[in-house]
């Protein structure tokens, strides 16, 4: 599934301007002079800004506080609920049928995960099954989004992951 438009631009309107706040505030990329440079960046270095954000979660304070792009106070609410509810996390992810499903590894939880510009089932690195992902989840408006910089870690065949296979596979 898919964000709508409206929330599509929400989210680009408000992460892009937090990523490019989180380089300085981190000191990360001296080269990042502006949001033009940032667009352009491979994808290791946004999620190497991304990581940091999600550690030290004290930027998203300052950012607010800051709040060099006008944001109004919907916006606001936005960050804030990444503050609070926003985490990076590894999930382990399958297809079933027609159907992708998202789990959470720590609670063994399924996920209704929107996408920003494509629905998870369009992706095609997502077509070789099970694999364990890591990335960003975000709530927005009543959905949970990924930001779409994800990385593919080593799928552990661990009890939790045999669980939640034999339950959807079976």
Known sequence: MKVSENEYRLFFSIYFPLLYYANDYFN????ITSMEELFHQKIERLQKIRNAI???KTV???????NKSSFTKNEIETIKLWKD???????????????SLFYNIS??????????????????????????????????NDKIIWDGIF?????VNNELIKDILRKEIM
Not at 60 to 66: C, K, Q, T, V
Not at 109 to 133: A, K, Q, S, V
Not at 151 to 155: A, M
Request: charged share 30%.
């Open 54 to 56: 999600f550690t030290k």
């Open 28 to 31: 990360l990329y001296k080269n």
């Open 151 to 155: 990385v593919i870690t080593e799928f």
């Open 107 to 140: 609670t063994k939880e399924r996920i209704e995960l929107f996408g920003l510009m494509d629905d998870p089932d369009n992706i095609p690195i997502l077509d070789t099954w099970p694999i364990i992902l890591k990335t960003a989840l975000l709530p927005l």
């Open 85 to 99: 509810k926003g985490c990076l996390q590894q999930l382990l992810f399958l297809k079933k049928k027609n159907e």
């Open 60 to 66: 998203f304070d300052s950012f607010i506080n800051d």
